[in-house]
T-cell receptor
Framework: ETAVFQTPNYHVTQVGNEVSFNCKQT?????MYWYKQDSKKLLKIMFS???????VNETVPRRFSPQSSDKAHLNLRIKSVEPEDSAVYLC??????????FGKGTRLTVV | QQNVQQSPESLIVPEGARTSLNCTFS?????YFWWYRQHSGKAPKALM?????GEKEEGRFTIHLNKASLHFSLHIRDSQPSDSALYLC????????????FGKGTQLIIQP
């Protein structure tokens, strides 16, 4: 099966902890993304990564960082989580100028 | 900065009815227009896209684009319960079809 795969599905953690979410795509795409979907279902792009070039949405706090080992993997690390980081984090991928394919998301709850 | 607005926020229609969802955008240089559908707990998935003014039909779904009025819409005929989902419109510009700005979504419920 070719798709975008994310782990874990859910994660609950305390304020101040570090978390890391994994994403892998088997679609052969050259660009990967992280989006945040808030409690009102608004999707906002956080990062895009293509050929080792990282484009960052300037509104993203510095405690968030993407990590890539190759073009099929793009993980997301949050250094010290805060309550407002509670959301669904969606990984996605595409190949130039075409449809963006999304994973099912990781739901983060910060307590 | 692109501003994408959707209406209505939520919609309940009976099975078999025609449904219309609306999306407006602020950047007149926008080039790519998408509708995504997200079933509860699932990944958003592209439903349809349009790149030039006019209309495009795929099965029960039709997308209209009017760039001059900064508006595009999705129409569903013969709505089915399986169409119940969150519908997200998205717009991208010269940066590429994959640089998406999303609206907040319309929650559609089709009542059997």
């Amino acid at each position: 099966e070719t798709a975008v795969f994310q782990t874990p599905n859910y994660h609950v953690t305390q304020v101040g902890n570090e978390v890391s979410f994994n994403c892998k795509q088997t679609l052969g795409h050259d660009t990967m993304y992280w989006y945040k979907q808030d409690s009102k279902k608004l999707l906002k792009i956080m990062f895009s990564y293509n050929n080792k070039q990282l484009i960052v949405n300037e509104t993203v706090p510095r405690r968030f960082s993407p990590q890539s080992s190759d073009k099929a993997h793009l993980n997301l690390r949050i250094k010290s989580v805060e309550p407002e980081d509670s959301a669904v984090y969606l990984c996605a991928s595409s190949i130039a100028n075409t449809e963006v394919f999304f994973g099912k998301g990781t739901r983060l709850t910060v307590v | 900065q692109q501003n994408v607005q959707q209406s209505p926020e939520s919609l309940i229609v009976p099975e078999g009815a025609r449904t219309s969802l609306n999306c407006t955008f602020s950047d007149s240089a926008s080039q790519y227009f998408w509708w995504y559908r997200q079933h509860s707990g699932k990944a958003p998935k592209a439903l349809m896209s349009i790149f030039s003014n006019g209309e495009k039909e795929e099965g029960r779904f039709t997308i209209h684009l009017n760039k001059a009025s900064l508006h595009f819409s999705l129409h569903i005929r013969d709505s089915q319960p399986s169409d119940s989902a969150l519908y997200l419109c998205a717009v991208s510009g010269a940066g590429g079809a994959d640089r998406l700005t999303f609206g907040k979504g319309t929650q559609l419920i089709i009542q059997p």
